[in-house]
């Protein structure tokens, strides 16, 4: 009884190591490409590859090469928040606008703009929804960083109130997804 017992447990361990095993045979990854306004961004790729590729994307791409080191670690898995070129023209007459050529307040953003882990827009929208209507990211900068749901658009809140729409969302890069909005937001 005994013998018939270590034997069923030993093909049971058998049988299962080689399923477990065979789930891992496999070591391709796939690629998973998105296409937005014409450009096409790629899993294979890092986020400055996707972007210094991307028209209408040089002054975030240039940011991020400048400050790569101190901003997005090697193997750092992350959710990063894009603008377009469109979202740093700012009225130069305005004395109230930031100074977006220090180097000091572009680490300082794009720094805010990431969040730890891989955040698609459906765990942004069940967040917010759990929460009242905003959540509360916290960023690799330390800061915090509201989400809400309007209708059925995700809009991104700093500290001063400013707000950014998601444009578009769930891109990815090899470290992680990144989505696109609007407007530029800025730390505390």
Known sequence: ????????????????????AQKYKTTDSSVVKRTYNGIEFSSDKSLFENLSEAPGFTVYSSMLETHSEAVLQEGFMGTVFVMPDTAFDTDSEDPEAPNLSDPSLQKKILQFLIVPGRVDAHALK???????????????????????????QIVLLDSKGNSSQLIATDLYHREGFFHIADAILLPE
């Open 126 to 152: 069940k967040a917010a929804s759990k929460g009242g209507g905003i959540a509360r990211l916290s960023t690799v900068s330390g800061s915090t960083l509201q989400v809400k749901l309007q209708g059925d």
């Open 1 to 20: 009884m005994r013998l018939r017992n270590l034997l069923a447990l030993a093909l049971i361990v058998c049988t299962t190591s080689s399923l477990i």
